[in-house]
């Protein structure tokens, strides 16, 4: 059930059981090659698919596309709402919903500058509502929701990075006309940090001149099916665990 097709009282009508969906991406830079959209039409597909084999027995609210992208702030086009005005947004978007009565939200997340304030999010929301043992309150990024390389191991990479081989397999999949020049140019861009397993405070462009990181030039739309369908699928077995957890209990 898309939240946007209904009227308030369809919403009031609703078992408080039902999951709530709430996707979140962002506007930002990717690279030379592919579009400033390109975090929320890939979120917002993958939550598609999803949606479309889970029917009436979840609520999927409309993508926010505003996200945390203040290290990408240095690339025109980008948009972003800074790191604590962010984590305010999403549990607020949240505690909405627990106001209306619903008690299984869960976050669904394609941005990486979004993967902390969404965890900080839920967990504050847990403290406010402590008292409370019928809350599952939940936030996950979609590429942790499945492993591509096992069924196609021509996949280079390992791990998602930025306007990489995954996202631009995506994109190439999903919306080629979107993508600029012949991605097979492009050189790769490595991850590469000194300082591991420390986190390091950065800016996208201490890492990156084009504004990509990964290997874009390995990317094909049929890498890019393989990854919405990974994903839509890991997607759709959380929210069958979400669908039947028994409302109480830590194990579910």
């Known amino acids: 059930m898309n939240l946007t097709d209904l009227t308030w009282n369809r919403v009031d009508g609703l078992s408080r059981d039902v999951p709530l969906v709430l996707p979140i991406a962002a506007l930002e830079q990717h690279g ?29 609210a409309p993508l926010l596309w505003l996200g945390n992208s203040e290290h990408h702030l240095d690339f025109p086009g980008t948009m972003s709402a800074a790191p604590r005005t962010y984590l305010d947004l999403l549990r607020e978007t949240a505690e909405n919903f627990l106001v209306h009565g619903f008690r299984r939200i869960v976050f669904v997340n394609g941005h990486g500058g979004n993967t902390v304030p969404s965890m900080q999010a839920v967990f504050e ?7 409370r043992k ?18 196609e191991p021509s996949l280079v990479q390992r791990r998602m990075g930025h306007a990489c081989e995954f996202e631009t397999s995506m994109m ?11 991605v097979k140019q492009l050189s790769s861009v490595e991850w590469g940090d000194p300082f591991e397993p420390a986190h390091r405070g950065w800016t996208t462009k201490d890492r990156t001149v084009p504004g990509h990181i990964g290997h874009p030039q390995h990317a094909t739309a049929e890498k ?7 994903y839509s699928d890991g997607l759709v077995r959380l929210l069958e665990r979400v669908l039947a957890w028994d409302g109480a209990s830590w194990n579910g």
Do not use: I, N
Not at 125 to 131: D, Y
Not at 172 to 181: C, D, E, I, Q, S
């Open 172 to 182: 190439l999949r999903l919306a080629p006309h979107l993508v600029v020049g012949d």
């Open 134 to 151: 019928d809350l599952l309150l939940l936030t996950t990024t979609y590429w942790d929701l499945g492993k591509p390389w096992e069924a």
């Open 32 to 60: 030379l090659h592919m579009p400033v959209f390109t975090d929320s039409l890939l979120c917002g597909e993958v939550v598609r698919r999803a949606a479309d084999k889970l029917s009436d027995r979840v609520l999927f």
């Open 224 to 230: 890019g099916e393989l990854l919405f369908r990974t």
């Open 125 to 131: 929301l847990r403290q406010k509502h402590r008292a």
